[in-house]
C-alpha cells in the first residue's frame, strides 16, 4: 500500500503538538484472531505485535510478524465498534508492606502497585480489545499494566459511541 493511497483513505497522520502534548499512538498488542469479511482484503498472521496510529480522518494499523510489516488504513466510518476489556487484577499486599501502607494512606492502586515487594502482592491479568469495521474483525491482547494508556489513546479518537470500556 503506497503513502499516497493511505492519505485518501484515512488523511494525513496527525503531528506532534509539543505546546499540547497528546496521544498519537498506542502502544503493541498482539493479533489473537483476524476474520475478513472480504477475500481480497490483506489478511495478517496470529500473533502479529500490532500497533495504532492516528490518521486525521481514521487509524492506521501496523502489524510486524517475522519483520513482515503489514498496514491496514481503516477509515472512521468503517469502524463499527472498539471494545476494551480490562484484564482482572489481583489486589494482596502484606501487611505494613509499602503498597499496604501506601492503599492505607489512599493512594491509588495504580500507583501503589509499584510499591509491591513480593509478585504475589499485585497482579492484572492481559487486557483485552475487540476491534469490529465494516471489513474486519480483530481480537487483541496487550500487557494489563497499559489500559489506562491505551484508554486514553483510543478516547483521544473522539469515536463517541463506538469506544467501548468493560
Known amino acids: 500500500m503506497t503513502k499516497q493511497s493511505t492519505i485518501k483513505q484515512i488523511g494525513k497522520p496527525v503531528k506532534i503538538n509539543f505546546r499540547k502534548p497528546n496521544t498519537i499512538g498506542s502502544t503493541g498488542f498482539f493479533l489473537k484472531s483476524f476474520k475478513s469479511k472480504n477475500s481480497d482484503a490483506e489478511n495478517l498472521k496470529l500473533d502479529s505485535k500490532c500497533n495504532f496510529e492516528k490518521w486525521t480522518s481514521g487509524i492506521l494499523l501496523r502489524a510486524n510478524y517475522s519483520n513482515k ?12 465498534q472498539i471494545t476494551l476489556k480490562r484484564g482482572k487484577e489481583n489486589i494482596n499486599p502484606f501487611f505494613l508492606s509499602p503498597m499496604w501502607i501506601l492503599l492505607k494512606l489512599g493512594v491509588s492502586k495504580l500507583y501503589s502497585r509499584y ?30 499494566y497499559l489500559f489506562e494508556g491505551q484508554l486514553s489513546f483510543f478516547e483521544s479518537l473522539d469515536y463517541g459511541e463506538k469506544i467501548k470500556t468493560v
Open 115 to 144: 510499591f509491591r515487594i513480593r509478585l504475589h502482592e499485585y497482579s492484572i491479568d492481559p487486557m483485552e480489545m475487540k476491534l469490529v469495521t465494516s471489513e474486519y474483525e480483530m481480537d487483541f491482547i496487550a500487557n494489563g
Open 69 to 80: 510489516l503489514t498496514a491496514i488504513p481503516i477509515p472512521e466510518e468503517d469502524i463499527i
